[in-house]
């Protein structure tokens, strides 16, 4: 049957779908793609907490939290990568590089 | 009267400081009022001085003593040396001549020296003489007289290198200090032994009644070395006198001292300075009379000296350098008298030569005045009766001092011959020496008289158009003084063998009592009126005339005997014309060996002692330098290497930053991952 195991297992290869795509992925639109399914993985693992203990709702209280945070942080995110196009004209995450050193 | 005796000395140290200050200040006064300041002075202090004597002669003998104390100088430990003058008949007498013949000489020097353009300094110089000269005679204690002693030696060196533009004065007066320094050197070491000789019986003085009364505590102790402390005391003393008083081996400066002006010879070179040796030991005959053996060497060094001077001046052509033979001589003579413990008799001819030395002195710097300052007596001849007021005078010094009976050299000398034969057979030797200087004495002083005054006049109209003339009247009124003195001067000492009582001796008698009792004694015990006496009389009286008369065959009219002499003789004129070259032997033995010495000396300061300093200098720098290095190289080196490595680390570190984010996250993950597996392991 499908017990908790499954929906941690799926999880975590969302979670590190996720990550290798923030890692790998040059296009920083692809970057912010990467953390939602960060961020998306982590609720799942909340989500299934929450159906299969006694700890009742809270887990699925707190993963609507998390998607508005998500929300709103990729709102700001995509403001950060239209100021950066405007300056530079490309978003490379590569060559944004205006930190350096 | 005694608390006056402090302005005999000031009045001429005034007189000096006066012309001195203004004329180095380069305040010049009218020669009237310069030469006018100097000669009053003295003359004040001579006032003084007669007033002092004659208050001490109301006194009783044994107490004829005066002494005036100005203030402590000296106190270290238990020795109290204090700034005191001592008036008794010994210094009494050497005032009176000091500040008379000395006033005598200032009025005759400002006439001498009216052309001279340094007639302030001149002045200065000679009352600046005559203060330390009165201090050496006033001292009470021997530091004092010490003061007196360096500074007449000093005045003297000023004075004969007063011209010191041509460069042999200023040799002269450097050779006068540099000899007379000698004889200093010794008198210190002498009166420093004394000293010490003193303080281990207790006694710590150094004034002269201190030494009289503590004197007998000396007898017998003797030095390390074997010689009775006394004798060699005395000896050094005496040593310090042949300097001063120009005797044998020391008198060699004082010919060369004629480079002077002539009133310098006959002050300081005739009458004063000169006669500070034979002072000195009357004022210690204490301790002369405790050591017979220093008596013996006074006399003999004496009697040698008065031959062999007297030797040398028979072929001199200056004038000036026969009378300064003459006066080393006649020194002799008194040291002879002081020699055989006849003190009052070598007094008495120092007081007999300052008038008639002093007096041939001024008459000849008066004939080098008439000749227009040509010294050279082969140049003279005949002024007799061009320079009339001179050659009376001077008559009357020669007359003094061939021994002219009843002048006051015959009066003196004789005294000293006479004492010297009645002290013992050695006595008899010393006697015959002393006569045969005697016979050489009226030899060459007639030969001076004779070239000079007799004659026909050889000088020659060339370049010196003016004929000799007579000196002015201020000049030669001193002269007149003074030859009066010559003649007359010496009977206040006629001995009793003459019909006179010896005043002089009876006054000079509580200072030389002491120990001249023993001589005394034994005069008096040939008894009073010993025939002999007149016999030695008769006898040096016939040389001398003998003397005078060969002297007038050979010079007073034109002769070739002195030619003739000279030739058979070549060998003996030369040795005498130059002196015996004793001025080169102490050249090469003394006085180049000494130059190279110092010159070593200056290379080895230059080259070792500077070098070493150097070295030390040069050392601290090298060490300064490494020190520096250190600090450059290791110190710095370490804060910059830290520097250094920071930044290089840094930049390393830099890298880290790529401005990535991709990066960062990397990182962040990886780190987790660290951190969950570091969990499960541990």
């Given amino acids: 049957m499908v017990g908790l195991n499954h929906y941690l297992f799926l999880s975590a290869i969302l979670f590190c779908m996720g990550m290798y795509t923030i890692s790998t992925r040059r296009n920083a639109v692809a970057i912010l793609m990467g953390i939602e399914l960060v961020l998306n993985a982590g609720s799942l693992n909340l989500v ?19 998607i508005t945070l998500a929300a709103a942080e990729a709102t700001i995110a995509l403001a950060i990568v239209v100021s950066i196009y405007l300056n530079t004209k490309n978003i490379r995450a590569d060559e944004s590089t205006l930190l350096k050193n | 009267m005694q608390h006056y005796i402090w302005l005999i000395p000031l009045f001429p140290l005034l007189g000096a400081l006066f012309n001195g200050l203004s004329n180095f200040a380069g305040f010049r006064f009218s020669k009237k009022i310069s030469g006018g300041i100097a000669a009053s002075m003295m003359m004040a202090a001579f006032g003084v001085s007669v007033g002092v004597v004659l208050a001490l002669s109301h006194l009783e003998p044994a107490h004829r003593v005066f002494v005036n104390v100005l203030y402590p100088w000296i106190k270290i430990g238990q020795l109290q040396v204090d700034l005191a003058f ?4 010994l210094s009494s007498v050497m005032i009176l001549i000091i500040t008379g013949i000395g006033t005598l000489i200032h009025f005759y020097a400002i006439g001498y020296m009216w052309e001279d353009k340094s007639f302030q300094r001149f002045f200065t110089y000679l009352n600046f003489f005559v203060f330390f000269m009165l201090l050496l005679v006033l001292g009470e204690n021997v530091l004092l007289m010490f003061v007196g002693w360096e500074g007449v030696g000093l005045c003297s060196y000023l004075l004969i290198g007063f011209w010191f533009s041509e460069l042999p004065n200023a040799k002269a007066g450097m050779k006068a200090f540099v000899v007379n320094r000698i004889g200093d050197f010794a008198f210190i070491i002498g009166f420093a032994l004394l000293y010490w000789a003193l303080t281990q019986h207790g006694v710590y003085t150094l004034s002269f009644r201190g030494i009289q009364e503590h004197a007998h505590h000396l007898i017998g102790m003797m030095t390390p070395m074997g010689l009775s402390v006394v004798t060699v005391v005395t000896l050094l003393f005496f040593v310090g006198a042949t300097g001063k008083s120009a005797q044998i081996p020391l008198y060699v400066w004082l010919p060369d001292a004629m480079a002077g002006p002539t009133p310098v010879s006959a002050l300081i070179h005739a009458a004063t300075m000169v006669t500070a040796g034979i002072y000195m030991i009357g004022r210690t005959n204490v301790l002369f009379t405790m050591a017979p053996t220093t ?17 040398i001046g028979l072929v001199q052509n200056d004038i000036k350098k026969v009378l300064a033979y003459s006066t080393v001589s006649q020194l002799g003579y008194m040291f002879l008298g002081m020699g055989v413990g006849a003190f009052s008799a070598g007094i008495m001819h120092l007081m007999t030569h300052a008038f008639f030395k002093g007096l041939l002195f001024l008459g000849a710097g008066s004939v080098i005045h008439a000749m227009h300052h040509e010294q050279d007596m082969r140049k003279m001849g005949g002024l007799r009766k061009k320079i009339p007021y001179t050659y009376l005078t001077f008559l009357a010094g020669y007359l003094a001092i061939i021994g002219f009976p009843f002048s006051s050299g015959f009066i003196s000398k004789d005294e000293i011959l006479w004492k010297a034969f009645s002290s013992g057979s050695y006595g008899k030797f010393l006697w015959f020496v002393g006569l045969c200087g005697a016979g050489i004495t009226a030899f060459y002083m007639s030969r001076l008289f004779f070239m000079t005054f007799f004659g026909h006049f050889r000088g020659g109209h060339d370049d010196h158009h003016h004929e000799p003339h007579e000196s002015p009247w201020i000049m030669v009124a001193p002269l007149m003084v003074l030859g009066v003195l010559s003649l007359f001067g010496g009977l206040i000492g006629l001995p009793q063998a003459l019909g006179g009582s010896n005043l002089f001796e009876h006054w000079l008698s509580p200072v030389f009592g002491h120990g001249a009792h023993e001589v005394a004694e034994q005069v008096v015990a040939h008894a009073h009126h010993d025939p002999i006496e007149y016999v030695l ?4 009286t016939s040389l001398a005339g003998f003397m005078v008369y060969v002297a007038y065959t050979f010079y007073a009219h034109e002769s070739a005997k002195p ?6 003789f070549p060998a003996l004129y030369r040795k005498l014309y130059n002196k015996y070259f004793v001025d080169e032997f102490y050249q090469g033995t003394v006085v180049k060996p000494t130059l190279t010495w110092s010159a070593f000396l200056a290379r080895f300061d230059s080259g070792v002692v500077d070098g070493f300093v150097n070295l030390v200098g040069r050392v601290g720098i090298l060490f300064s330098y490494l020190n520096g290095a250190i600090d450059r190289v290791l110190v710095d080196g370490m804060v910059n290497g830290v520097g250094s490595f920071l930044r290089a680390a840094g930049l390393q570190l ?4 790529t401005g990535r ?9 990886v780190g987790v991952m660290l951190v969950i597996i570091g969990r499960i392991l541990i």
Avoid: C, H
Wanted: net charge positive; proline share 2%.
């Fill in chain 1, 48 to 66: 299934a907490f929450s159906r299969f203990s006694d700890t009742g709702l809270s887990g699925q209280i707190f993963s609507i939290f998390v």
């Fill in chain 2, 86 to 89: 001592l008036v008794d008949p």
């Fill in chain 2, 295 to 311: 008596m013996t060497v006074v006399a003999t060094i004496g009697v040698l000296t008065a031959f062999f001077a007297g030797t």
């Fill in chain 2, 537 to 540: 009389m008769v006898i040096s």
């Fill in chain 2, 563 to 568: 030619k003739v002499w000279a030739e058979k």
């Fill in chain 2, 654 to 657: 830099r890298r880290l930053q």
């Fill in chain 2, 661 to 669: 984010i991709q990066n960062y996250v990397y990182v962040l993950v």
